[in-house]
């Protein structure tokens, strides 16, 4: 561990006082890193280890601490960029999302308490990833949406989510109102500007097996239930001029599904008589329905 000095007065780790007054690091009771960053991760994890130990029993706001906190997180940037890369298809810059989550990493740092006997790289990464996570929730929206739906559409979410844990199934529209305090409508509200937060490509593919191509490749295509949908409009006005009987010919063969022997007992009349009627009926209709697509 070639990075590690001996104890005493080193300088400041490197990148830590970039622009500004160099001051020589404070005395250390422990190990000295000349350069966080060139420490192999097995060996940043371990050094991390002692360091949060350290960092525990320093005045917050000393030298000492600031310079034992700095170094843990030149030691764990690692960790935040590992991170990062699970938001590279973001759009975002990488970069940016590193910043983010290093904001993360300080705060798993300052909260870290190492007598829970939990591992720091345990704790660390769910906190970098929920910064990076609220960094998308409260700055990324594919439009604009006023500012009071973008604090409503939060408040939703963790509402959400807090009645998911208490509940055991997700909350609905009525209990979220009553939890947060606020109207039903205005939930609905919050939850249709979710919708603004992102947006999908053209390009984008269904997913699953059953998926219809992109939504690109779907534009314009024909659709056959149309048709269905244009030509019962057409017929409602036609089947309303029938006559009493002829409609409830109608209704008992195409609603309630009655063969033409079951209509003939019903009306009294034979089998033929109820195709002839039925047939007569239907050219009719067919007539009056293709007369005005003419």
């Known amino acids: 561990m070639s990075e590690v000095s001996t104890i005493g007065t080193v300088p400041p780790a490197a990148g830590r006082c970039a622009g500004a007054e160099q001051q020589p690091a404070p005395v250390l009771d422990g190990p000295v890193i000349d350069d966080p960053s060139a420490v192999a991760p097995a060996d940043a994890k371990a050094l991390s280890a002692s360091l949060l130990e350290r960092l525990r029993t320093l005045e917050e706001g000393s030298a000492e601490y600031s310079y034992v906190r700095g170094t843990l997180i030149e030691l764990n940037v690692s960790l935040v960029r590992y991170v990062a890369r699970r938001f590279r298809q973001s759009g975002e810059p990488m970069e940016d999302i590193v910043q983010v989550g290093t904001i993360g990493l300080i705060k798993a740092i300052d909260r870290f308490d190492p007598t829970r006997g939990l591992e720091f790289v345990t704790f660390a990464i769910p906190t970098v990833v929920g910064e990076i996570k609220r960094f998308f929730r409260d700055t990324t929206w594919a439009v604009h949406v006023p500012r009071r739906l973008q604090e409503l559409r939060l408040a939703i979410a963790k509402g959400r989510d807090h009645l998911e844990q208490t509940l055991g199934r997700p909350a609905t529209v009525a209990e979220l109102a009553a939890h947060l305090g606020i109207t039903e409508e205005e939930v609905v509200e919050g939850m249709v500007a979710g919708n603004a937060h992102t947006a999908g490509s053209l390009d984008l593919r269904e997913e699953g097996e059953g998926g219809d191509g992109s939504l690109l490749q779907r534009l314009g295509r024909h659709d056959p239930g149309l048709e269905k949908v244009d030509n019962l409009q057409t017929l409602k006005p036609m089947v309303a001029a029938l006559g009493e009987r002829d409609r ?15 209509i003939g007992a019903e009306l009294g009349v034979s089998q033929m008589h109820v195709s002839r009627l039925l047939a007569r009926i239907l050219a009719g209709l067919r007539a009056g329905l293709l007369g005005d697509a003419a």
């Open 248 to 262: 409830r010919i109608l209704h008992m063969r195409f609603v309630e599904e009655m063969t033409q022997a079951e």
